[in-house]
């Protein structure tokens, strides 16, 4: 079994006069604090897989990604750290001087090789995963995000780690198996909020059932996806996210993540403010990625 590298992450409150106008309390899960090198949900749904990995006697982990995935960059680290041999399956064409998280996967050992983007789309198919074993032998496959079913088991782990009374959990969703696994672990009566951070995420709800019931059988039901704090797709941002990043920096001196975690924030802020939440209500925000002093 592979052990965590830390202890559970930190649980602190954020004070907010608006926030308290809305009667809301909103505490962190300061999961960006787990490991330097697989920080947040990348530590919870990477543990599993690699205990499945070693269990099966693979040497070698494949997985897909973006030129920027933080996903990619964690398995590197992971497989360096863990004694794995990595392949890093990078979408579209090689661009040099690598950047800073192709320069870190290297570093850490990982191997790339690029697919052009229609491939890339059928990443997943059998005939491209039969060209990869081909070239690269046996592996364990890591699905892009690194969501699965043992993914969504590790992220299951995180509500436990919650000794305080609260109602909701919210977290941003990319692939949905952070989503999938912290709703599955809710005690009754808690609910889980996703905050996607694609446009047009509306088939983000068929992705969690269909991973909730790859993991378990069935959905849990107690989840539901804000669509609307997008702030115009992947990794783009528009002026209410800058204004309301920037204020929360000057407030807090917590610099949030633009592509994830001030998507999430932006969304928990502006549903309280909009009187989506009952007065009294308690929210644990799960920080997934950096967030720097700033
Ligand atoms: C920092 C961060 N937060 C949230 C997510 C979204 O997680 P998921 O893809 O499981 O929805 C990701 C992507 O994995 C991420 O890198």
């Given at each position: 079994?592979?052990?965590?590298?830390?202890?559970p992450?930190?649980?602190?409150?954020l004070?907010?006069?608006?926030?308290?106008?809305?009667?809301v309390r909103?505490?962190?899960k300061?999961?960006?604090?787990?490991?330097?090198?697989?920080?947040?949900?990348k530590?919870?749904?990477?543990?599993?897989?690699?205990?499945?990995?070693?269990?099966l006697?693979?040497?070698?982990?494949l997985?897909f990604g973006?030129?920027?995935?933080n996903?990619?960059?964690a398995?590197?680290?992971?497989?360096?750290?863990?004694g794995?041999?990595?392949?890093g399956?990078?979408?579209?064409?090689?661009?040099?001087?690598?950047n800073?998280v192709?320069?870190?996967?290297?570093?850490?050992?990982?191997?790339?090789?690029y697919?052009d983007?229609?491939?890339?789309?059928?990443?997943?198919?059998?005939?491209?995963v039969e060209?990869?074993?081909?070239?690269?032998?046996?592996?364990?496959?890591?699905?892009?995000?690194?969501?699965?079913?043992?993914?969504?088991h590790?992220?299951?782990?995180?509500?436990a780690?919650?000794?305080v009374p609260?109602?909701?959990?919210c977290?941003?969703?990319?692939t949905?198996?952070?989503?999938?696994?912290i709703?599955?672990?809710?005690?009754?009566g808690?609910?889980?909020?996703?905050?996607?951070?694609?446009?047009?995420?509306?088939?983000?709800t068929?992705?969690?059932?269909?991973?909730?019931?790859?993991?378990?059988?069935?959905?849990?039901g107690?989840?539901?996806?804000?669509?609307?704090?997008?702030?115009?797709?992947?990794?783009?941002?528009?002026?209410?996210?800058?204004t309301f990043?920037?204020?929360?920096?000057?407030?807090h001196?917590l610099r949030?993540?633009?592509?994830?975690?001030?998507?999430?924030?932006?969304?928990?802020?502006t549903m309280?403010?909009n009187?989506a939440?009952?007065?009294?209500t308690?929210?644990v925000?799960?920080?997934?990625?950096?967030?720097s002093?700033?």
């Amino acid at each position: 079994m592979i052990g965590a590298p830390v202890a559970p992450s930190p649980l602190t409150e954020l004070r907010d006069p608006r926030l308290a106008q809305a009667g809301v309390r909103l505490l962190l899960k300061r999961d960006d604090l787990l490991h330097p090198d697989l920080p947040g949900n990348k530590w919870r749904k990477l543990r599993h897989n690699l205990t499945r990995a070693a269990e099966l006697g693979h040497d070698t982990l494949l997985t897909f990604g973006g030129a920027y995935s933080n996903h990619l960059r964690a398995v590197a680290a992971a497989g360096a750290r863990f004694g794995f041999r990595t392949v890093g399956v990078v979408r579209g064409e090689e661009h040099l001087p690598l950047n800073e998280v192709l320069t870190f996967a290297v570093g850490r050992g990982m191997r790339l090789t690029y697919l052009d983007r229609t491939t890339y789309r059928a990443k997943h198919t059998a005939p491209v995963v039969e060209a990869l074993r081909e070239r690269f032998g046996r592996f364990y496959l890591l699905p892009e995000g690194g969501s699965n079913a043992l993914a969504v088991h590790g992220c299951a782990e995180l509500p436990a780690e919650i000794a305080v009374p609260y109602d909701i959990v919210c977290c941003p969703v990319g692939t949905g198996g952070t989503l999938a696994g912290i709703a599955a672990g809710l005690e009754p009566g808690r609910r889980a909020l996703g905050v996607s951070v694609l446009r047009g995420g509306a088939f983000l709800t068929d992705e969690v059932t269909r991973l909730q019931t790859e993991a378990y059988g069935q959905a849990s039901g107690n989840w539901s996806i804000a669509l609307d704090f997008h702030s115009g797709g992947y990794a783009r941002s528009d002026a209410a996210l800058e204004t309301f990043t920037d204020d929360f920096a000057a407030r807090h001196g917590l610099r949030l993540d633009r592509i994830y975690v001030a998507k999430m924030m932006r969304a928990v802020f502006t549903m309280a403010e909009n009187g989506a939440f009952p007065p009294g209500t308690v929210i644990v925000a799960v920080i997934t990625g950096p967030m720097s002093q700033g």
